[in-house]
């Protein structure tokens, strides 16, 4: 019952700790003591380093630890056309946490052009032996936090030509990406999973926007990105709550989304937060169809300690009472550095709670 191609039983969810020399190197070019391209060739050897780990622990899916970026969504947004950084009097606040005071704004027409990822996806390529995995933002990303206020009427009056250039502009990425050789793309779709907190909601709703019909704008903007993609290519939504320092924005069960993120949108795979009881129970999980995969993420990376193999067994057996064990793989909830802070996990426990992960599939469905 092991699969042959992605997402594969045992997998992952794509960023990984900054390893010290990359974290030494940005602060140096940030007091303007080294070149970029100095910074590069630090990160070209954590990234080279990072993949050979991953593939020796026994990954098939290999990314590069999103080790280029600062946040998991800011950097690759800033670098599409028409989009660029503001200045924000506070950070978007998370539990005991907040970001760093600044925020993606339209500033002119979205596209997609000469996007540096392009080249991160190539270096990841020609380095992986195993199959490379790119992590990109859900096309929300550039929505659900401000809304309007980061979408000015002096360049899109009408939402409704905001939101078409927005599929187009992901369309030409993910298409970019496919012609890259790219076979393995996921989306991080942080936002639908917010739409199940019901404070959140009341966000949205404050702002004169109703939480049901962006549910369904945001299914038909990841529908527009995989128009026209390759057979053979795996597009994967990965689900979160928030992943900043080991900590979250979001609460509340899938069940208010699970008939629009199961049969509405067009992924192949999901990755999904069950880690604790924020995330609910796995009831929604009944409304999977046949031919799609739940990656289940009831391995936390936001704390070092190994859970029991035990528990994970259960809970993998919790799960297949509403869907067939056959279309269910094992990950841990998020990744472990949304952000270039990382969580509160050490490199020694994020490799030995991939290694767990492994172990357990090669457990439950066999050794690949």
Not at 45 to 59: F, N, P, S, T, Y
Not at 148 to 160: H, L
Not at 194 to 215: A, F, M, W
Not at 282 to 306: A, I, Q
């Amino acid at each position: 019952m092991q699969r042959s191609k992605p997402p594969f039983r045992a997998d992952h969810v794509g960023s990984l700790l900054r390893p010290q020399p990359v974290k030494a190197a940005r602060a140096r070019l940030e007091a303007k003591e080294i070149s970029a391209a100095e910074l590069k060739a630090v990160e070209d050897r954590a990234v080279e380093q990072l993949i050979r780990k991953q593939e020796e622990i026994g990954l098939q899916a290999i990314t590069d630890g999103e080790c280029r970026r600062a946040f998991w969504h800011y950097d690759f947004l800033v670098g599409l056309d028409g989009v660029d950084f503001r200045q924000l009097d506070s950070g978007w606040a998370f539990k005991g946490a907040t970001l760093k005071p600044i925020q993606p704004t339209v500033v002119g027409k979205l596209g997609f052009s000469n996007h540096p990822f392009l080249e991160h996806f190539r270096f990841l390529k020609q380095h992986a032996r195993q199959t490379p995995k790119m992590t990109i933002p859900s096309p929300s990303a550039l929505h659900f936090r401000n809304g309007r206020q980061s979408i000015p009427e002096s360049v899109y009056p009408r939402m409704e030509d905001f939101f078409a250039d927005l599929g187009k502009t992901y369309s030409k990425a993910v298409r970019a990406f496919a012609d890259e050789g790219c076979r393995y793309l996921q989306l991080d779709e942080v936002f639908i999973a917010y739409l199940c907190d019901p404070e959140q909601r009341k966000v949205l709703s404050s702002r004169g926007e109703d939480p049901e019909q962006i549910l369904r704008v945001y299914a038909d903007l990841i529908n527009a990105s995989m128009e026209g993609i390759p057979s053979d290519m795996t597009i994967s939504m990965h689900l979160c709550r928030g992943n900043f320092k080991s900590t979250f924005v979001a609460s509340g069960g899938y069940e208010p989304v699970a008939d629009v993120l199961f049969n509405q949108t067009n992924v192949h795979a999901y990755f999904m937060e069950f880690d604790s009881d924020r995330s609910g129970g796995f009831e929604p999980l009944r409304f999977v169809p046949k031919g799609k995969l739940v990656v289940l993420g009831v391995v936390t990376s936001k704390t070092g300690e190994l859970e029991p193999k035990d528990a994970i067994k259960r809970r993998i057996e919790e799960a297949s009472e509403y869907v067939p064990l056959d279309q269910l793989c094992l990950s841990t909830q998020c990744g472990f550095a949304s952000t270039e802070e990382g969580n509160a996990v050490t490199e020694e426990q994020q490799w030995a709670k991939l290694r767990m992960v492994i172990d357990i599939a090669e457990e439950v469905w066999g050794k690949q």
